[in-house]
């Protein structure tokens, strides 16, 4: 294997599943993992929940969750690297689909939690949890 830094290679792993529910409605499950060498590693599960409320208007409801063991690489002299976090996300979401095109909104809150104190407090601010309200606006566009 040819290495191009002094890191260890990070293996990752992915998986998705989507179950019809009813005719109307459908969950999407995603789940995912990465590992590298010495100590990092990160999880992630979600799922989002979807009903066709008419052939062009259809409601969401979605959870995620993350957690990572930290920062393993310290680019900065003293030791700025990051702390475990656990993020917590969840949203509820409106999308319009036409023939060619869509529109989706998606709001709910997001939560991080930093699992130990920054080890500098030169980055303590950088590192603090935080309760955030996640928006997001899509348009798509098929051409």
Not at 42 to 58: A, C, P, Q
Not at 79 to 104: E, F, M, T
Not at 118 to 141: C, H, I, M, S, T
Request: aromatic share 14%; net charge negative; proline share 5%.
């Amino acid at each position: 294997m040819l290495k191009t830094t002094d890191r260890e290679p990070r293996y990752a792993f992915k998986s998705s599943f989507n179950y019809a529910v009813s005719e109307s409605l459908v969950c999407r499950t995603e789940a995912s993992a990465s590992k590298e060498d010495p100590s990092f590693t990160s999880w992630s599960v979600g799922s989002t929940l979807e009903k066709d409320w008419s052939d062009t208007w259809f409601l969401s409801l979605s959870a995620r969750f993350y957690e990572d063991s930290g920062q393993i690489e310290i680019a900065l002299p003293g030791n700025s690297s990051a702390p475990p976090v656990r993020a917590y996300q969840g949203s509820v979401g409106i999308r319009w689909q036409h023939d060619s095109s869509s529109l989706k909104l998606l709001v709910g809150p997001y939560v991080n939690q930093y699992l130990e104190a920054p080890a500098d407090q030169e980055f303590g601010n950088l590192y603090l949890d935080r309760d955030w309200l996640y928006v997001n606006l899509a348009y798509k566009l098929v051409f």
